[in-house]
């Protein structure tokens, strides 16, 4: 047993090392909440990181700090025909899919049009999952692991079989489909993050800030809070096995490049876009939808919110600070319909706040490119600071101005300035303020907003822009590890 002596010094460590801890995680929140210690968020700049090029560069592919959706997409077939190895923990299934699966079906399923050949090492999803119409893109299902998402020895196993009969040209990793100890020392590996621990921190202090009066913080919850930190440091450590990194929004390319201390030459900053060809402006599908659906045609508004109805994704503060609205001032919200688009625990809250509430469950692709046509503004109320949401892009495609909580993967990439949209505080007050100002701008000066929405949308959130930059990226690390003296494609134009 301890002596008494040793107890104390026992204590006093863990006591140390306790305040360290709060420290280290006080001083992380001043870093990613200096923006909201004042009353109201400051407006984010007017001028985004990917908005900050000049005309005709030309250059190392290498040396490019900002988003390669501005570079011009190609007009003629690629220069070769690539073999890409894809890993993805799951792939979409019957039109149920989170954002990254979508991400990943949309961009090589884009590529594979444009002639090259993916190999998607991914879990088999049980039953019928999206079929590819074109061949190819080359499936290679293996055994779930336990957690329903692609055992990454399994997938190993089929590449390595697949790569010994002809080599691929580059391999592509969704986030950690293919597992750091199997990435490291491939130059050839290139993996895109929607979402880092650094961005999960900020997150998880945003939802505990978040937590209603009365509301407990959760053992869950604070078993996160104390161990974010510590996932974060080993995460730093494994990234490095990974020779390039894509990150989905400016922010997080920063974020890679400067706490994650990974050289710039290796980060390569792509923002997600979506199908240009679904997500568009369509003046009748938005009068049939709001009709189909019972919105008067005489509404004052109508606001849209669509995705996981779940605690993470901001719904508790949405309909908490729509409750105050309504009990502070009974005619708030006349005239104004709510049409949510999603399933979860908070389908019913939103339905029991009255009958100008419609919820209208999972949406297939083309009744939820109608439902943001119906919309006058899009509402994303997240907790979550990963990445870029992909209703948020496929609202402003179709040319919507959308409320977003003040995270800066959203605020720095997609809604850079207040003539496209409106940026909340995450938090009741935040939610209650911005929404209110939104129902006093009114119809006209969100037909406005959402017109520059979609001119920034078309200029970087969109499938083509996303997936002729991928080819160049891809492109690129072939032609560098090919070493023949063939065509440099790190080179632009």
């Avoid at 104390?8 to 909201?36: E, H, K, P, W, Y």
């Avoid at 968020?41 to 700090?65: A, F, K, Q, T, V």
């Avoid at 669509?306 to 993470?312: E, F, H, W």
């Avoid at 907003?449 to 930059?469: E, I, N, P």
Wanted: net charge neutral; charged share 25%; with cysteine.
């Amino acid at each position: 047993m301890p002596t008494a002596p040793k107890q104390r010094d026992l204590a006093r460590n863990s006591l140390l090392f306790r305040c360290f801890g709060v420290i280290v995680i006080g001083c992380l929140v001043v870093l990613v909440f200096t923006a909201s210690k004042t009353c109201k968020p400051e407006p984010p700049s007017d001028r985004s990181p990917s908005e900050i090029i000049e005309p005709g560069w030309s250059g190392r592919l290498e040396e490019l700090s900002v988003a390669w959706n501005l570079l011009e997409p190609p007009q003629n077939p690629p220069p070769r025909r690539l073999r890409i190895a894809l890993f993805v923990k799951r792939w979409p299934k019957a039109g149920r899919a989170g954002g990254l699966e979508r991400h990943a079906s949309t961009l090589h399923s884009l590529l594979a049009r444009r002639g090259h050949v993916s190999h998607v090492f991914t879990a088999d999803p049980g039953g019928a999952a999206e079929a590819s119409e074109n061949p190819n893109t080359i499936f290679h299902f293996s055994k779930p692991s336990a957690r329903g998402v692609l055992d990454p020895d399994a997938g190993w196993a089929q590449f390595l079989r697949e790569n010994a009969s002809s080599p691929f040209d580059v391999v592509h990793s969704e986030s950690v489909a293919l597992a750091p100890r199997l990435a490291a020392n491939s130059p050839s590996v290139a993996a895109t993050w929607h979402g880092i621990a650094y961005e999960a921190i900020h997150s998880e202090v945003a939802q505990d800030l978040a937590r209603l009066p009365g509301e407990p913080r959760s053992v869950a919850r604070a078993t996160r809070l104390e161990t974010q930190l510590f996932r974060l440091i080993e995460e730093v450590k494994f990234f490095d096995c990974y020779a390039h990194h894509v990150a989905t929004s400016d922010y997080e390319g920063e974020v890679l490049r400067r706490i994650y201390m990974i050289p710039s030459e290796r980060v390569h900053v792509i923002l997600t876009g979506i199908d240009e060809r679904v997500f568009r402006a369509d003046a009748e599908k938005s009068l049939a939808f709001r009709r189909r659906h019972g919105v008067p045609d005489d509404a004052k508004l109508v606001v849209g919110l669509s995705g996981r109805l779940v605690k993470d994704k901001g719904h508790p503060i949405m309909v908490e600070a729509l409750k105050e609205m309504m009990e502070e001032d009974s005619g708030s919200l006349n005239g104004v319909f709510f049409l949510v688009a999603g399933e979860g625990p908070w389908a019913a809250r939103y339905r029991s706040l009255g009958a100008s509430f419609l919820v209208l469950g999972s949406l297939n692709s083309s009744d939820l490119a109608a439902f943001y046509n119906a919309l006058d503004v899009f509402v994303d109320p997240t907790l979550r600071a990963q990445g870029l949401d992909l209703s948020v892009l496929e609202a402003m495609n179709s040319g919507k101005p959308a409320l977003v909580t003040s995270f800066a993967g959203l605020t720095e990439s997609a809604i850079v300035g207040p003539e496209m949209g409106y940026v909340a505080a995450p938090k009741v007050s935040g939610i209650k303020e911005t929404l209110s100002a939104v129902i006093r701008d009114g119809r006209s000066v969100l037909e406005e907003k959402g017109s520059a929405a979609m001119r920034r949308a078309l200029k970087l959130f969109t499938a083509t822009k996303m997936v002729a930059a991928y080819e160049r990226l891809f492109l690129c690390i072939a032609s560098k590890n090919a070493g023949d003296g063939g065509e440099d494609y790190c080179r632009y134009p």
